[in-house]
């Protein structure tokens, strides 16, 4: 079997912490270099049950120090790198926007300037795997889907710095020649979810029994995957991508965000015995997202066609299983809901 030295960048977040956790277990020969800054939303309890395996290890560094990431590549032989490590929410790109532009854009291009110096005695047996989202293909009307050739329109500082970081990937790629693969995916759910995004923001409100803040009508149309089949679809297109190429993702799963929020409320009175239509009196309607992106929806035909990807997992099946989980790790929402996640709370939502 092959070895590999891969380094996922991100690590400690959401998906990369599904990334990490895949890889680790599924392929003991490889050698899986966790590297994350660790910012608020970076949590190395998301990765705790793979942090004693022998193929794993873990450095803490920011992406946008240049020096700090060549001393990561002089230390490890590097042959991959898997980047997920963002600043990911797009309320808080709409807020504090430079610190989308530096970690985003300055970041990628820091870590592939590293990675091509890494790599100066050629190209072959490397990859630069680079993670990305379907919002930079913009917003979308009633019909239609996003393909691999819908052209870029971001709209939110967020999204376009995820569009500026695709770019930069693939200007590497054309002048420099060195071997990418970029994936864009619709959004995620599931386990380890920072609680600032819509579904585990709302499991924990109910929780708690506090307001549920519906931006604007509650109207926008999101298409929802399960992280874990996002982290299979990554496993896939890194195996067997075509280098230069592009790969959406997403699971054919479009939900009206107050059809959605139902589903959640219908859920949690379920698991926590409470009288049916309980969670949804805490619903309440509030100031929209500036900017909010009406619909989003992935065609992900190339993939399945391609790779034969499909998703393991029924909307309703991952929403129970993701629920559960929150429900069971109080411990983990309580931890990362203290401190300065109260006043990102009172500072977002307070007057909204
Ligand atoms: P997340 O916010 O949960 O995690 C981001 C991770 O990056 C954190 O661990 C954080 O500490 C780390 N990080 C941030 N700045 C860093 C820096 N300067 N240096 C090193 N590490 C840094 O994000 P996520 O939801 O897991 O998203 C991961 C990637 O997937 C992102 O690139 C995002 O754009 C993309 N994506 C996310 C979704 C989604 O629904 N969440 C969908 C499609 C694509
Ligand atoms: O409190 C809320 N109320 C609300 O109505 C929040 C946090 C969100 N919303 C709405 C806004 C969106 O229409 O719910 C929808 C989902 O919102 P988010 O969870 O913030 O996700 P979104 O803005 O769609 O972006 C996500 O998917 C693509 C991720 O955060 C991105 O990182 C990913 O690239």
């Known amino acids: 079997m092959k070895n590999r030295t891969i380094l996922v960048t991100g690590g400690a977040g959401f998906i990369g912490s599904h990334v990490v ?15 994350d800054k660790l910012t608020y939303a970076g949590n190395l309890a998301n990765v705790a049950d793979v942090a004693e395996s022998g193929n ?11 020096d700090a990431i060549r001393k990561i590549f002089a230390v490890y032989p590097i042959d991959t790198v898997i980047h997920l490590a963002a600043e990911s929410h797009v309320d808080r790109s709409i807020e504090d926007p430079l610190v989308f532009v530096r970690t985003n854009l300055v970041g990628t291009a820091t870590l592939l300037q590293a990675a091509r110096e890494a790599w100066k005695e050629g190209f072959s047996g490397k990859l630069f795997y680079h993670v990305s989202t379907d919002e930079v293909y913009g917003s979308l009307g009633e019909t239609g889907f996003f393909t691999e050739d819908t052209n870029y329109d971001p709209r939110s500082p967020y999204s376009s710095t995820k569009a500026g970081s695709d770019h930069l990937v693939r200007a590497w790629h054309h002048t420099y020649g060195m071997p990418v ?6 959004n995620n759910y599931g386990p380890y979810q920072f609680p ?27 298409d929802w995957l399960y992280v874990v089949d996002h982290a299979r679809a990554i496993d896939l297109i890194l195996h067997e991508g075509k280098h230069g190429e592009t790969y959406n993702i997403g699971g054919h799963n479009e939900w009206k965000n107050i059809d959605l929020i139902k589903v959640i409320c219908r859920t949690m009175d379920e698991k926590l015995g409470r009288e049916r239509g309980s969670s949804e009196k805490l619903i309440t309607y509030v100031t929209d997202r500036a900017g909010h992106d009406m619909r989003y929806a992935i065609d992900a035909s190339k993939l399945q066609k391609e790779l034969g990807w499909t998703p393991s997992l029924q909307f309703e099946e991952g929403i129970s299983k993701t629920v559960d989980w929150y429900l069971e790790n109080e411990e983990w929402m309580r931890n990362v809901t203290s401190g300065a996640y109260q006043d990102y709370y009172e500072t977002m939502y307070q007057n909204r």
């Open 181 to 186: 693969v970029i994936s864009n995916c619709s």
């Open 56 to 66: 794993y290890s873990f450095v803490k560094a920011d992406i946008t120090d240049l």
């Open 196 to 222: 600032e995004k819509l579904i585990p923001l709302f499991i924990n409100n109910i929780r708690q029994e506090k307001p549920l803040p519906v931006y604007g009508k509650g109207v926008n149309v999101r």
């Open 21 to 35: 956790r895949l890889l680790v277990n599924k392929y003991p020969e490889y050698n899986i270099i966790n590297l």
